[in-house]
Every structure is written in structure tokens, then in C-alpha cells.
């Protein structure tokens, strides 16, 4: 009865701790800024948005690592499903991404709201900066390979040893909602989209055994609204 007990709240408390760990980076980047106005128009520039982006994701796997205790880096990539050189990646998953964020787009245009709009990434543009690289360097690099590996390498593994299928991805499109919490809660029509994502990738995970999937398929409908947002943004 403990071991079943444990397999039920043990995702539950990495999901936790996860966040908690997010919520103090968060803290400690706005003390920065009350403490230095220099700090604060840095982390507000393009890459100060990718610096806090990758650090708050080293943060999150630190995390994994203490919860894991892996011998290493490569000990600790392998236990969350990614192997390396990179197993084969199906090309109809990267279809159905680049599908999955032309429906989003078509969304955005079609109901558009403020609420929607990831001010960490309009605040540098906000500032006269005309750098699209930062933008892709979160969105194609940092944001789906850490997310990834946290979402379906850590915390959807963690959820199937305690739970069956259904539970598990509705689970993740709980913890989904709450990381795009901005995007999710501004139309119903954005989170069906962002549900939909989350189901997709976690149902790829389930069917293919390869998270290289998961991040190529999260690549490829975050490369359609990274386009679309700076072409929107300079047209």
C-alpha cells in the first residue's frame, strides 16, 4: 500500500518542487531589479530574456538531478529518454507540429487577444531591439529541449508508474496550462490548441519510445508562431 501510495503523489512532488524552484528564480530576477535598474533593463533585452530562460531551466533539471541521483550529465539525459546520437525522428510528428502552429496562428488572427501575448517576448522588442535571434534561440533551442525533457522525460514518466494513460496526459495538460498560464486562461480556443499540444506530445512519447520526437514535433509548431510573431511584429 505505501509503494502504491508513492506511485500516485510522487509526480505530484517533483511537479511541486518543479515550480517552487521556477517561482524563486522568478523572485530573485525581480529583486535584481528592484536592487539595479541596470540589471533590470538587461533582463528585459533579448538576451537577457534567453539568459533567464536557460537558467531557469538548468534550475528545474537541478532539481530532476537531486530527485534522479545521477552519476552525470549524460547518466542523467539518458534516465529522461534522451539518447544520443539522436534516434530517428518521424517526419509525419514534425508535420503534425508545424500543423498544430498554423491552427494556433490562424487562432491568434482569428480571435486575437491582448491576454494572449508572452510579454517576455514583446518586452524586448518594446525596448527598439530588432533582434529575432533571441526569440528563436528560446523558442527552437532552450524552451522545447528543457521543456521536453522535464515535461515527458521527468514528469510523464513519473505519472505512468502511478497511473494508467488518460490520467497521466491529462495530468500534463494540467501542468501545461499552468506553465502558458497567460495563453491558456486568454481564450478557450487557445487552450484547446495548447491541450492539443500537450496530448500530442505526450502520446508521442507513449507510442514511440523516443523523446527526440517530442522536442522535434515542439520544434517544429514553435518555429510556425516564432515566424509569425516576428512577422507580425516587422512586416
Not at 511541486?16 to 541596470?38: D, F, K, T
Not at 515535461?151 to 514518466?157: D, V
Amino acid at each position: 500500500m505505501a509503494g502504491a501510495l508513492k506511485a500516485y503523489t510522487y509526480p505530484w512532488f517533483c511537479a511541486a518542487a518543479l515550480y517552487v524552484s521556477q517561482i524563486a528564480i522568478a523572485v530573485l530576477a525581480l529583486a535584481g531589479c528592484v536592487v539595479s535598474p541596470g540589471f533590470a533593463y538587461w533582463i528585459m533585452g533579448p538576451w537577457g530574456v534567453v539568459s533567464l530562460t536557460v537558467l531557469g531551466g538548468l534550475v528545474a533539471l537541478g532539481v530532476v538531478w537531486v530527485f534522479l541521483r545521477s552519476r552525470s550529465a549524460g547518466d542523467l539525459l539518458g534516465r529522461l529518454g534522451l539518447r544520443f546520437p539522436p534516434r530517428e525522428v518521424s517526419i509525419p510528428l514534425v508535420l503534425l507540429g508545424l500543423a498544430l502552429g498554423l491552427a494556433a496562428n490562424y487562432l491568434a488572427a482569428r480571435f486575437p487577444t491582448e491576454a494572449a501575448v508572452n510579454l517576455a517576448f514583446q518586452k524586448p522588442f518594446a525596448n527598439g531591439s530588432h533582434e529575432g535571434a533571441y526569440l528563436y534561440a528560446v523558442m527552437l533551442v532552450a524552451g522545447p529541449f528543457i521543456e521536453e525533457l522535464l515535461m515527458r522525460g521527468f514528469l510523464y514518466r513519473g505519472f505512468r508508474k502511478g497511473y494508467g494513460v488518460p490520467v497521466s496526459v491529462a495530468s500534463l495538460v494540467f501542468l501545461g496550462t499552468l506553465t502558458h498560464w497567460r495563453a491558456a486562461t486568454a481564450s478557450v480556443w487557445y487552450f484547446l490548441i495548447l491541450a492539443l499540444l500537450q496530448v500530442a506530445l505526450c502520446l508521442t512519447l507513449e507510442k514511440t519510445k523516443n523523446l527526440w520526437n517530442c522536442i522535434a514535433l515542439h520544434v517544429a509548431y514553435n518555429a510556425v508562431i516564432a515566424y509569425f510573431f516576428l512577422k507580425a511584429m516587422f512586416p
